[in-house]
């Protein structure tokens, strides 16, 4: 990476992973890379932008942080937290701020860093498709639950069996506009195919 996405990437290590995802930053860093080689894009938008999108998580309580995975909640719980797009967009909001005040720390370019923050604001319960950067970001974050590290992370907080997990990716991946770009369904299905081999399982 260009020292510039190495200094902001050192600056988030602190805010990033707090879900049990140990990897996830790394992961949706990884495939946004790996996108931008083959789809058109500004890196200098779509970099930091995939780095930074989750790290509003750290801003959160451990329950919120994890209450989406939660299948029984009780009725307290529900009540302080209202639902569970209510909890993923904090997480986008409080990440923003934060994001800003790291690009703002080294100087970033202001017209970019205000493309990053709109990416990061919705990046998970946006349906809008803000840009090809934010297309990008979007698809390389729900790439990550089809990596290793992410299936096993699945499998492990929704107590998941690899044949379930697996059921779960083969629906995301033929639900129409899972996926924003050719490209990364492409390499879901490439994904796909060695967790299957990882866990020896027939679809």
Partial sequence: MEKTFEIIW???????????????????????????????????????????????????????????????????????????????????????KLAKEILEKIKYDKNKIKKIIAIIKQHDTGETILSQEDRLVKDADKLWTFSKPGFKADMKRFNFSPTECCSVLVKNLTMPGYFKTKSAKKIARQELEKRKKNFKLNF
Wanted: no cysteine; hydrophobic share 40%.
């Fill in 10 to 96: 050192k600056l988030a290590i602190p805010y990033q992973d707090k879900r049990n995802d140990k990897g996830h930053a790394k992961t949706v860093l990884h495939f946004a890379l790996k996108l931008l080689k083959i789809e058109r894009a500004d890196k200098n938008i779509a970099i930091p932008a995939a780095i930074l999108h989750d790290i509003g998580w750290s801003q959160l309580s451990k329950e919120e942080r994890f209450f989406i995975y939660k299948n029984k909640i009780t009725k307290e719980v529900e009540i302080k937290m209202k639902s569970k797009i209510k909890v993923r967009v904090k997480h986008e909001l409080l990440g923003a």
